[in-house]
């Protein structure tokens, strides 16, 4: 699977340099060293950055959720915008349809590469369960459970799949 997970990346590089941004953004706030930023290559952390394990609960849900919000964000605005015309200059039928495009593979590539690696989920699930206070096992539960299902996902390339699904389901709109 880690070919298959390469070639998305690479099609996909838009998302993979805006996930690894909030990675890097959140290991800067954290304080957590980053041992190596690069975003696309050729291995399986293609679209992350390596960095050292969060030792706090707060850090580790930050680094799993925080990118997957985000690029979640940029990519319903980035489809709804041309879905509902909310462009604020009148264009022609070909440049609307071109700049609507544009704006789907970009959405498309956000949302492929929104979820965490496999080893920050553990990591959450090792600082949330293990060493974590009650209220924090309640209230990052929904978010653990979301950002599991949407990690197994992304390495296995189903992400790439619903998403397809969901481009030729708005391009027929």
């Not at 997957?68 to 015309?85: H, K, S």
């Not at 978010?143 to 389901?169: D, M, N, P, Q, R």
Request: aromatic share 16%; charged share 15%.
């Amino acid at each position: 699977m880690t070919t298959l997970t390469i070639i998305t990346r690479y099609l996909t590089f838009p998302g993979a340099l805006v996930r690894g941004f909030f990675e890097q953004l959140i290991c800067r706030i954290c304080g957590i060293p980053v041992e190596d930023n690069r975003i696309v290559r050729r291995d399986e952390l293609s679209g992350h950055i390596e960095h050292e394990l969060f030792p706090k609960a707060r850090g580790a849900f930050a680094i799993c959720f925080v990118p997957a919000f985000m690029n979640g964000i940029l990519a319903f605005l980035l489809c709804i915008c041309p879905t509902v015309n909310l462009f604020m200059f009148e264009m022609s039928g070909a440049l609307q349809t071109v700049l609507s495009a544009v704006a789907y593979w970009f959405a498309f590539s956000l949302y492929v590469n929104s979820y965490p690696t496999i080893e920050d989920m553990l990591n959450m699930k090792e600082k949330v369960y293990k060493e974590g206070t009650v209220i924090q096992k309640i209230f990052y539960a929904p978010g653990f459970l979301f950002l599991t299902i949407g990690a197994y996902a992304e390495k296995y390339c189903i992400t790439f799949l619903l998403a397809v699904a969901g481009f030729i389901g708005l391009m027929l709109m």
